[in-house]
């Protein structure tokens, strides 16, 4: 099983600032990597697809890098609405596996 | 507009069964993989299961695997996850979610549209 590890699990940003998520792959997944985000009471939301492509809808402050093992998260210029949890997953390999999440949260 | 409308999560003891279902609508059903995706309470997201758009080849995570089994009736938009041998530990929202591509290369992608899921709770 591929163990995927976010980090930090906690990230106080401020308003107007950027924030960077790391996600690391136990193994190699290529590009088969995908983050989401979601907010309390609610089901998670696709951002970023192929470790780098925006899914249908999604402003570019949010913009996702990487390959192999180790996926970046860059969310620029934080709005209110970004403050959430967000989880890298990998499909690369079953069994299909998420990370353990990010909170973003107001500094 | 796609939709995804789960249903079937309710308290059950230990040990029993229960049936989830997902009836989908504004897409192609059958020519795209389907899958179960559970969220513990204050927990993160934990795959299930993935199904193919034929229903013909199945997926499962090793934590329920020979107690889950997932199927679809794509005359009715419908997937099922009839869920035996309950534990304390799949106490969970259960959400269904679709794969974002059209299974004619594999399935079990990334996941772009997700309903707003159902709760099951195992407890005596």
């Known amino acids: 099983e591929i163990v995927m590890t976010q980090s930090p699990a906690t990230l106080s940003v401020s308003p107007g600032e950027r924030a960077t998520l790391s996600c690391r792959a136990s193994q190699s997944v290529n590009s088969g990597l995908a983050w989401y985000q979601q907010k309390p009471g609610q089901a998670p939301r696709l951002l970023i697809y192929?470790?780098?492509t925006r899914a249908t809808g999604i402003p570019p402050r949010f913009s996702g890098s990487g390959s192999g093992t180790d996926f970046t998260l860059t969310i620029s210029g934080l709005q209110s609405e970004d403050f959430a949890i967000y989880y890298c997953?990998?499909?690369?390999?079953?069994?299909?596996?998420f990370g353990g999440g990010t909170k973003v949260e107001i500094k | 507009e796609v939709q995804l409308l789960e249903s079937g999560g309710v308290l059950v003891q230990p040990g029993g069964s229960l049936r989830l279902s997902c009836a989908a609508s504004g897409f192609s059903f059958s020519n795209f993989a389907m899958n179960w995706v559970r969220q513990a309470p204050g927990k993160g997201l934990e795959w299930v299961s993935s199904i193919d758009g034929s229903g013909g080849r199945t997926y499962y995570a090793d934590s329920v695997k020979g107690r889950f089994t997932f199927s679809r009736d794509n005359s009715k938009n419908t997937v099922y996850l009839q869920m035996n041998s309950l534990r304390a530990e799949d106490t969970a929202t259960y959400y269904c979610a679709k794969d974002r591509r059209a299974s004619g290369s594999g399935f079990g992608f990334e996941l772009d549209y997700w309903g707003q899921g159902t709760l099951v709770t195992v407890s005596s």
């Open positions: 192929g470790a780098s």
């Open positions: 997953h990998q499909y690369s390999d079953w069994p299909l596996t």
